[in-house]
């Protein structure tokens, strides 16, 4: 728990010089199967510094380090927070067909953004032109914030993408707010699921949420793919070039 507390002094001096923390994280990235989804959670220091954070805070974990029952917990405390306007809170989806087209990389900075358009109203940010998911540098330049926040994505720093932010590697470890983020992208990743479990129900979809277990595998050899897997990652593990527990460590 001392270590959790950290947390929160983490981000109280990040938030310094801005009005607003936003932290962004994402589930299923290192998934065969099923979308990506991220999520974001912006606070401010009024939020850092009140009854909440203080006494139940120290709670909050990077999501892969909780128990179902705990994320669903703090899902519902999140979404008090959020109708009581103390912080704001939102979840981006970008599914397979946008992960085949975009490759998962891309797919992920897809649902990113998705997850800050739902943070921020339209004219949040002032741009000169549109940056699109792939946008220039020179567009990039161009996308100056309108509101004072400072946005902190775990992981490296994102190149081509249109919202200036820090990377923080390991940051849903390091960071409050990062890890309100990582709850925020799991817990409705994971209610996803069971849907296409019910559509393809040979391969337990419900159970491991479409990672790379055993059984998962065995279910791949035996039946192939489904409309739901990732054809890329697949077709590598098909081929027998990459053992799907390698594929976990890439996120969520």
Same mark, same amino acid.
């Given at each position: 728990m001392p270590k959790r507390r950290q947390l929160r002094a983490f981000d109280l001096k990040q938030i310094e010089g801005f009005t607003n923390l936003i932290g962004v994280d994402e589930a299923g990235r290192g998934a065969l199967a099923g979308p990506v989804v991220a999520g974001a959670v912006l606070v401010t220091r009024e939020f850092l510094e009140g009854r909440w954070a203080v006494s139940k805070g120290g709670r909050v974990n990077d999501s892969k380090q909780l128990e179902a029952p705990e994320r669903e917990a703090l899902w519902a405390e999140f979404e008090e927070l959020a109708g009581a306007g103390h912080i704001h809170a939102h979840f981006g989806v970008a599914g397979v067909e946008e992960i085949e087209q975009f490759n998962i990389l891309g797919a992920t900075k897809l649902a990113m953004r998705r997850a800050l358009e739902g943070i921020f109203p339209p004219d949040a940010f002032a741009r000169?032109?549109?940056? !699109?998911?792939?946008?220039? #540098?020179?567009?990039?330049?161009?996308?100056?914030?309108?509101?004072s926040a400072r946005i902190l994505i775990d992981g490296l720093p994102l190149r081509h993408f249109p919202y200036p932010h820090t990377g923080l590697v390991n940051g849903d470890a390091r960071s409050l707010c990062v890890a309100m983020a990582s709850i925020v992208a799991k817990v409705p990743r994971d209610c996803l699921m069971p849907a296409l479990a019910a559509k393809s129900p040979a391969y337990g979809?419900?159970?491991?949420?479409?990672?790379?277990? !055993?059984?998962?595998?065995? #279910?791949?050899?035996?039946?192939g793919r489904c409309p739901q897997h990732r054809e890329l990652f697949l077709r590598k593990l098909l081929a027998g070039r990459v053992d799907p527990g390698q594929l976990d460590f890439l996120g969520g």
């Open positions: 000169k032109t549109e940056p !699109d998911l792939f946008s220039s #540098a020179e567009e990039i330049a161009a996308f100056q914030p309108t509101v979809f419900d159970r491991h949420k479409g990672y790379g277990t !055993d059984d998962h595998r065995e #279910a791949v050899l035996k039946s």
